[in-house]
């Protein structure tokens, strides 16, 4: 489990108050569907509110997403638990998160014993992130910059993709770089709603599709996403 050794100079601590916000939010998540505990107790132990401006830290807790700057969101906590929940991590596998945003979700996995390489396209968010997990004592993390949408097949294959961001279809970068066994979460759709879908690669050419539940979520950029 990561440990928390510092704190940014612009944030309050991990406090009691903190704590029993979360324990808070694990029982509203609960109580909406989500049931693997392990997808719980990191979404109990990860600090949302360290994710946050500390201006806005009051609506860290609360299950909703969050503007970060840059047109881009914080997603909601159940968002992040359902995605999460779908991905079935198991530690030490090797996630690619495409769409780093805040660090939020790269914490939950880091959390879950995953050894995230994660990428975002604009660079703002980027660096504001990856001096944000260094402050937090994340470790385990592969931070880039550039194009999400067609992976990081220097580092492929990867036992579980997840994307944090709506295509328009299932991007075949990924595919491509997902290990035979491995699984791909993403939403898929419309730029106004997305269908969350899982993909099973069972063997080198054969991939196993299912569609879930609804969801709006900000658009992927790039080359097999929605364009720059």
Known sequence: ???????????????YRHRGQRRALVTELSRKGIRDERVLGAIGQVPRHLFF?????SHAYHDKAFPIGEGQTISQPYT????TELLQVQP???VLEVGTGSGYQCAVLLTLGAE?????????????????LGQLGYRGAHLFCGDGSVGLPAHAPFDRI????AAPALPRPLLEQLRVGGLLVVPVGSEQTQRMVRV???????????????????PLLGAAGWGS
């Open 1 to 15: 489990m990561p440990a928390f050794p510092a704190f940014p100079a612009d944030a309050a601590p991990d406090s």
């Open 53 to 57: 401006n500390p201006a806005f830290e």
């Open 80 to 83: 992040v638990a359902y995605q």
């Open 92 to 94: 030490g596998q090797r």
């Open 116 to 132: 995230v390489y994660t990428i975002e396209y604009n660079r703002v968010l980027f660096e504001r992130t990856r001096q944000r």
């Open 162 to 165: 997840l994307v944090t961001a």
């Open 200 to 218: 099973a690669r069972e063997s080198a050419a054969g991939f196993a599709r299912e569609d879930f539940a609804e969801f709006r979520f900000v």
